[in-house]
């Protein structure tokens, strides 16, 4: 088992892939990774192939892995250091990971991750790779969905893109994590959230920001931890940011997975956003997450 947390480069672009194969498989993002057991110790050339893929694709599938949390660990570390995930209860001896369940006997339209997001962007260093294993599926329903706000960016006209470019999002953990919403977090059985007055402190991120891997810029707001627009009133951001919430998720942009028992998704939340579907009443959903460090935005 690799304890190495040094992240190796992405391989490069122009060459075939020749340690992993590699399936396009959805129009505005994702592909299918087969040819490799991560329960393994990786090849540092299997690790730049799938950085790779994760760079090129946005947010890439194994299928079947049924990984335990150990070595679900240790396949995260290889992309970079463990980002912190204040609010959540991790997995007992398991402090990287953390349990995402929806219980059978949850009735609410809604569970956690529901609102389009992009995991803890809320932080000054938000994640780069978000580490997602189903570890039991509904029958039907379930799936997560992912918004590629490259295209979200690139849609936009030229008048509006070089407005957003030279502004500031404020965000902010309080409308997920803030005190008034322990009993929403109550209602999720399988769980353990606190939730707390550090929810309320703000973060700037540029709007539009460069990805740092690939150079290219893309949209960084997001209908959950985006509470406003610096340096403008709220009337003024909340209109800007309900254009860019339903601009930026539109139908187009999204790729969405149908999970099955050990499937593992490993998705860039710097050039994402995504939600869970809660449309599988009476069933039990459990996955579990790693989530690799990221840096600060720049613009
Ligand atoms: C998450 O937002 O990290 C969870 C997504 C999911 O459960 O599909």
């Not at 969905?145 to 070089?162: D, F, H, K, R, V």
């Not at 030279?166 to 803030?178: E, F, K, P, Q, T």
Request: glycine content about 8%; aromatic content about 10%.
């Amino acid at each position: 088992m690799t304890t190495s947390i040094i992240p190796v480069p992405a391989s490069n672009s122009e060459n075939a892939y020749e340690q992993i194969v590699v399936e396009r498989y959805g129009g505005a993002g994702g592909a299918i990774v087969s040819g490799v057991d991560l329960s393994h110790d990786l090849d540092d050339a299997v690790v730049a192939e799938i950085r790779r893929a994760v760079l090129e694709h946005h947010v890439v599938f194994f299928r079947g892995q049924s990984l335990t949390p150990v070595q679900q660990v240790a396949f995260s570390r290889r992309f970079g250091p463990y980002s912190p995930v204040p609010f959540i209860e991790p997995v007992a001896d398991h402090p990287e990971v953390i349990a995402v369940v929806r219980d059978a006997s949850e009735h609410q339209p809604f569970t956690f991750g529901s609102l389009w997001h992009s995991d803890f962007s809320f932080l000054e260093e938000p994640p780069f790779g978000s580490v997602l294993q189903a570890l039991q599926v509904p029958p039907y329903g379930g799936d997560t969905i992912w918004a590629n706000q490259y295209l979200a960016l690139e849609t936009l006209s030229a008048g509006m893109q070089e407005m957003l470019t030279g502004l500031n999002g404020v965000h902010s953990a309080r409308d997920g994590y803030g005190p008034e919403m322990q009993g929403v977090h109550n209602m999720f059985k399988g769980m353990s959230v606190t939730t707390s007055d550090d929810a309320l402190a703000e973060q700037i991120h540029p709007v539009v920001r460069t990805h740092p891997e690939t150079g290219r810029r893309c949209l960084f707001v997001n209908r959950q931890y985006t509470v406003g627009i610096d340096r403008m009133r709220d009337n003024e951001s909340k209109f800007l940011l309900d254009f860019l919430a339903n601009h930026s998720t539109q139908a187009a942009f999204t790729v969405r997975w149908h999970w099955q028992l050990g499937d593992i998704a490993f998705w860039d939340n710097r050039c994402l956003q995504h939600l869970a579907m809660a449309d599988f009443v009476g069933y039990r959903r459990s996955m579990i997450r790693t989530t690799v460090a990221g840096d600060k935005p720049r613009k």
